[in-house]
């Protein structure tokens, strides 16, 4: 590349290119050659050689010549695209070859070219900072899943909190069956009817309450709370009244107060009267720390005067215990929902509550250490930022989602811990207000006697509140813990996907990653068609089914009984006995459209988009052993002596011999987000006018000798390992290009002197018409001049010389006058 300096062809700022063959000649190192056939030699001496197949190997062509790159024919360039990979390259200096414009297409055959060791560099610089994010990575997830391992403390939980739970569902009373001829044991799921709930809570909760228990401790009272709505009738046909003359449990209303009249010297019964504005909720307290005699005549009053009949909406029953040992609070709730048509749907809720969140005081340097770990991402995130936008790449950096993820982390980090220090605060506070409680009032009201029945109504009262407010509290730290677990598990996604962008350090794992990043689109699109006939067969089952199996009754319960369908862990046995037509006709349409289509079309799209990627790379990726062996050379070749001598970094080198290419362009060629497969005339061009690297080039740019000798056999090994280029297909079509350029060369030389022989013989030509054009303008004259005018005779002398004689005037002359010529 003689006499070429200036930047790269293509890209921005360079002058245009000149057309021409010569022009061609001039930018590509063919001087030499045309100096050599001015001379009269036969071009052969400053030429590449050719290549060519000689008994099944590839060898270079004795007698034959080697064309350049020229510029391309427009019209010839049609039917291809015109996009390119990236910036063509070459007009570098004359070093760039290190001898003979011959010697390019030599190394290009046995050694690196420049877009190949630029690619080389892109994708070790982007491993080093892919793999440089594992630690702190790592060191985040760790910490991370320490601290949710001893701040969560699970087990503890669930174990106090399971043991109030299967005492609760193992209580039970016994009750006189229909008739009273016969007596059933009733637990909480067992009620059936409204006037079954008073009997349960006196003969079966309030002594499970009261038994002693060395682990979990009753705080205070156990409210019961209700909802109740207006009495109304059934809304029922006429014709239907007669079957069912009972009311209906109603749908709402103002209620107000009711219960029995009691004399006006007497207090009012409190469990008759609503607690809040809407005139719906009555509530009365259980004192479980009393006798049995007081709490039991105490339910069987309210049951007799009526607490609860068919105006009730819902019953609800609030707790709260506490494990003294592991300071564990478990609240329970055992609703009964009252539903219009008489069913009773009992549910049992019982949420824990960790007392202490630090159980120990080393637990603290877990959070300091995870705070640190955080402000270095934090720190790494902005700097990384100022870094992109000193470079003025910010725009593309914005566009990246691996900022966006890690914006992500820092915010959803932040809210994480924000809320969760928020939630220690006022769970400190909630130790102190159950600390606080104190003893509850000596005597109840029904125990006090008319003197001090106000007094202790009132102390009871006071009593009762501090408790509700306990219990009301539980339910907001339910409240904010299930936002710290949500952004908890939302933040451990984020995790997964930080590890994606280390694990682009690896080259096979880098090929699955985008393999997965290729897939999302289709998956997207994939997922929203599957909701779709997944949501319209769940209905479809609501219609033959929601009448007679419990889990289809409604629309969400037949989605998740569609879940169980579509794992295939349901009994078959209960929709035949249902439809048995309709049910297989069904469930064999989904497992035919759903279990076996779309599960197949998914793989198989998936293994068809991981085969696509891995063709337009050409390799299967680098694996882990092979990489280890690889980093542990490279260590032990840098403890040496030879190794240790100073070198230019990568990432200069890189931005050395890519100064004028574009930045997008080699973050691609860094992810490997490009297609190394020859399929535009500008990717093929691009291939085949790649000039080739030697020691000496990158030795001028900051290399040491043994470290850049090292790196091309490094780069060359890399490239031979890729099927894409060193493919013979490749290769054919490499030469295949040089041959056509050589042939478009020399009939552009041929064309060039065949118009210049034209030019001159076209000269030849109008001066030849000149000389003929004046012969016969002369010849005309001298014809003329032959010629006797009339009047004039001609005669000879004695000598025998010619003259003319006019007749007329007997005038004789030599010649003939001017005027008569």
């Keep these: 590349l003689q006499g070429a300096p200036g930047p790269p062809p293509g890209c921005g700022g360079c002058p245009p290119r000149p057309r021409g063959c010569a022009a061609g000649r001039e930018a590509w190192g063919g001087g030499a050659m045309d100096e050599h056939r001015r001379d009269g030699s036969d071009g052969q001496e400053g030429a590449p050689p050719v290549m060519g197949f000689e008994d099944g190997h590839l060898v270079d062509l004795p007698g034959a010549t080697h064309g350049f790159s020229v510029p391309r024919d427009e019209a010839f360039d049609e039917p291809f695209q015109e996009e390119a990979r990236g910036p063509a390259v070459g007009w570098y200096d004359s070093d760039f070859t290190g001898g003979r414009p011959g010697d390019v297409a030599d190394s290009r055959e046995l050694g690196v070219t420049l877009a190949q060791l630029q690619e080389y560099l892109a994708i070790s610089t982007s491993l080093k900072r892919s793999c440089g994010t594992l630690p702190l990575t790592l060191a985040l997830w760790i910490t991370y899943l320490m601290m949710v391992f001893y701040h969560g403390g699970a087990q503890i939980s669930f174990e106090s909190s399971n043991h109030v739970r299967r005492a609760i569902e193992g209580c039970f009373t016994t009750l006189p069956g229909a008739g009273g001829g016969w007596e059933r044991e009733v637990r909480m799921t067992d009620i059936t009817d409204h006037r079954e709930i008073m009997p349960w809570i006196d003969g079966a909760l309030v002594p499970m309450l009261q038994t002693p228990d060395n682990q979990q401790v009753l705080l205070g009272h156990v409210r019961v709370r209700q909802h109740r709505g207006e009495n109304s009738t059934c809304g029922l046909a006429t014709s239907l009244q007669s079957f069912y003359q009972s009311g209906c449990y109603p749908a709402g209303g103002f209620v107000g107060s009711y219960g029995p009249h009691r004399p006006k010297y007497e207090l009012a019964e409190p469990s008759f009267i609503s607690k809040s504005r809407s005139g719906t909720v009555f509530e009365f307290w259980i004192e479980v720390n009393r006798s049995r005699a007081v709490v039991s005549k105490r339910v069987r009053s309210l049951e007799k005067e009526g607490w609860i009949d068919l105006s009730t909406q819902d019953v609800t029953i609030e707790g709260l215990h506490l494990n003294v040992e592991e300071h564990v609070y478990s609240h329970f709730s055992i609703a009964f929902k009252m539903h219009r048509e008489g069913l009773i749907k009992p549910s049992l809720t019982v949420y824990p509550l960790r007392g202490e969140i630090f159980s120990h005081w080393a637990q603290i340097f877990l959070d300091v250490f995870w705070m640190g770990v955080f402000v270095m991402l934090m720190y790494s995130a902005v700097t990384e930022t100022l870094l992109e936008m000193e470079r003025g790449l910010i725009k593309l950096h914005l566009r990246e989602p691996f900022f966006w993820l890690d914006l992500s982390l820092l915010v959803l980090g932040g809210a994480i811990v924000g809320t969760f220090y928020n939630f220690v605060y006022w769970l400190d506070k909630y130790t102190d207000e159950v600390y606080s409680l104190g003893v509850m009032p000596p005597m109840s009201v029904a125990e006090a006697p008319d003197a001090q029945k106000v007094q202790s109504e009132i102390d009871n009262r006071v009593y009762q509140d501090q408790i509700a407010k306990m219990i009301d509290w539980v339910e907001w730290f339910v409240n904010q813990m299930g936002w710290v677990r949500f952004c908890s598990v939302l933040y451990s996604g984020l995790m997964v996907f930080r590890f994606f962008r280390g694990f682009t350090g690896q080259p096979r794992l880098a090929l699955l990653v985008q393999t997965f990043l290729q897939s999302a689109g289709f998956v997207i699109h994939f997922i929203i068609l599957l909701c779709f006939i997944f949501i319209n067969f769940a209905m479809a089952g609501y219609i033959l089914f929601g009448e007679q199996l419990q889990g289809w009754t409604t629309p969400t319960g037949a989605i998740g009984q569609m879940l169980l369908v579509f794992f295939l862990r349901f009994d078959y046995k209960e929709f035949h006995e249902i439809a048995p037509l309709a049910s297989a006709i069904w469930f064999s349409t989904f497992f035919v459209l759903v279990v076996v289509l779309m599960q197949r079309l998914m793989s198989a799209a998936i293994v068809d988009t991981y085969l696509s990627v891995k063709a337009s790379l050409g390799e ?66 691009q291939a085949e006018s ?120 007997g005038l004789t002359s030599w010649t003939l006058p001017k005027h008569l010529l």
Excluded at 645 to 672: C, T
Excluded at 733 to 747: A, D, G, T, W, Y
Excluded at 755 to 768: H, T, Y
């Design 620 to 685: 299967p990726g680098q694996g882990l052993l092979s990489q280890g062996t690889k980093v542990l050379r490279d260590v032990l070749f840098l403890r040496t002596y030879k190794g240790a001598q100073k070198s230019v970094p990568l990432e200069e080198l890189l931005q050395n011999i890519s100064a004028d290419s574009d930045p997008a362009y080699l973050k691609k060629l860094g992810s490997r987000q490009v297609d190394r497969r020859l399929r535009t005339r500008a990717e093929l061009f």
């Design 690 to 809: 790649s000039p080739a690297v030697d020691v000496a080039f990158l030795v001028k740019r900051g290399c040491e000798p043994l470290a850049a000798q090292r790196m091309l056999e490094q780069c060359a090994e890399w490239t031979y390992s890729i099927s894409t280029t060193s493919s013979p297909l490749r290769r054919l079509l490499i030469m295949l290009v040089r041959q056509m350029n050589h042939l478009r060369f020399e009939s552009e030389k041929l064309q060039d002197n065949m118009n210049r022989k034209f030019q001159r013989s076209a000269k030849v030509v109008d001066r030849i018409d000149l000389k003929h054009a004046k012969c016969l303008s002369l010849a005309r004259r001298i014809r003329k001049g032959q010629q006797l005018p009339p009047g004039w005779t001609a005669h000879a002398d004695k000598d025998g010389r010619r003259f003319m004689r006019q007749e007329e005037t």
